[in-house]
């Protein structure tokens, strides 16, 4: 079977350094993708890693230990509009390509 | 370049009807997901269509069915609604054989009653 936890919820403040991890257990892996979800929107892609190692894309980083079954999603310089649910998926390599999400993390930034 | 596209945005429909949610993919795509997000959830994948069949399904009944056109579109059918079908209906879009990123549509709003 399959298994994404991450924490429910997070808070951080303006300019703020964030961290948001995800574990997984799963068959088949093919990769782990970050999402970016807004409060009634679909969501966007941030970041896709399929070997172990930092990727980096402007404010957001994301890390990948496949032994580990770890990834996180690091964000730097919060601002208020990076208040949004961050989702965790896992890409499973069997007939097909698809995403195995996590329940959501709710990141919530202040002032 | 339109993106996905779905349609109807918004739905509301009484226990045991019938819906059809549909999906453009982005231009190019030829592979079509369909997910369930319940509120405060991840999305679940229900299936995927590539090259008009169904390639791979989630843990969702038979009530959920779907279909994939020449032009690659797709509709994704539920019979008998209960009301635990409330959900946000989401459509991605890939590539099939190059880069696995999904794109995702707005999702349609389905209202059971």
């Known amino acids: 079977g399959q298994n994404i936890d991450q924490p429910t919820e997070m808070t951080a403040t303006e300019g703020a350094i964030v961290q948001i991890n995800c574990t997984y257990q799963?068959?088949?892996?093919?990769?782990l993708f970050w999402y970016q979800q807004h409060a009634g929107e679909a969501p966007t892609f941030l970041s896709y890693n399929v070997l172990d190692g930092l990727e980096e894309k402007g404010r957001f980083s994301s890390f990948l230990s496949r032994s580990k079954g770890y990834s996180y999603l690091l964000l730097k310089e919060l601002q208020m509009k990076d208040s949004a649910s961050y989702l965790c998926?896992?890409?499973?390599?069997?007939?097909?390509?698809?995403?195995?999400f996590g329940k959501g993390t709710t990141l919530s930034v202040s002032s | 370049d339109a993106g996905v596209t779905q349609s109807p945005t918004h739905l509301i429909k009484t226990r045991g009807q019938q819906v059809t949610l549909r999906c453009s993919p982005k231009s190019g795509h030829d592979t079509v997901s369909w997910y369930q997000q319940a509120l405060g959830q991840g999305p679940q994948f229900i299936f995927q269509?590539?090259?008009?069949?169904?390639?791979q399904r989630g843990n969702f009944p038979d009530r959920f069915s779907g279909h994939q056109f020449p032009n690659y579109s797709s509709e994704l059918n539920v019979n008998a609604l209960l009301l635990g079908d409330s959900a946000l209906y989401l459509c991605a879009s890939s590539l099939e054989g190059g880069a696995y990123e999904q794109y995702f549509g707005p999702g349609t709003r389905l209202t059971v009653t």
């Open positions: 998926a896992v890409l499973r390599n069997q007939a097909g390509t698809a995403l195995i």
């Open positions: 269509y590539y090259e008009e069949e169904e390639r």
């Open positions: 799963t068959s088949g892996f093919n990769g």
